[in-house]
Nanobody, 119 residues
Framework: QVQLVESGGGLVQPGGSLRLSCAAS????????MGWYRQAPGEQRELVAA???????NYLDSVKGRFTISRDNAKNTVYLQMNSLKPEDTAVYHC?????????????WGQGTQVTVSS
């Protein structure tokens, strides 16, 4: 079992910055992908950014150049630096850890942290 604990959400004005953190604990495989998804009211959950244990990254087109995902493998922690925030970035952001072995695929979710971009 894996537990994910997120922190760093809040209220910020348009153009501002926030940094989200997600610490994973438990049965974590050495090869995995950690990422951030978001879900706005009435919308489907979407992938914002993901990073593999090897450092490969993937971003939602609308956040490219504004958001940066990074990770500290020694601490099993993933970060999302969000700059130049826009009102449309408002959502609940969920941390995700995805890993698999020869027999099974595992995916875990954090409880979510609210990000509100408003003046």
């Amino acid at each position: 079992q894996v537990q994910l604990v997120e922190s760093g959400g809040g209220l910020v004005q348009p153009g501002g910055s926030l940094r989200l953190s997600c610490a994973a604990s438990g049965s974590i495989f050495s090869l995995n992908t950690m990422g951030w998804y978001r879900q706005a009211p009435g919308e489907q959950r979407e992938l914002v950014a993901a990073i593999t244990s090897g450092g490969s990254t993937n971003y939602l087109d609308s956040v490219k150049g504004r958001f940066t995902i990074s990770r500290d493998n020694a601490k099993n922690t993933v970060y999302l630096q969000m700059n130049s925030l826009k009102p449309e970035d408002t959502a609940v952001y969920h941390c995700n850890l995805d890993q698999r072995n020869l027999w099974k695929h595992y995916t875990y979710w954090g409880q979510g942290t609210q990000v509100t971009v408003s003046s």
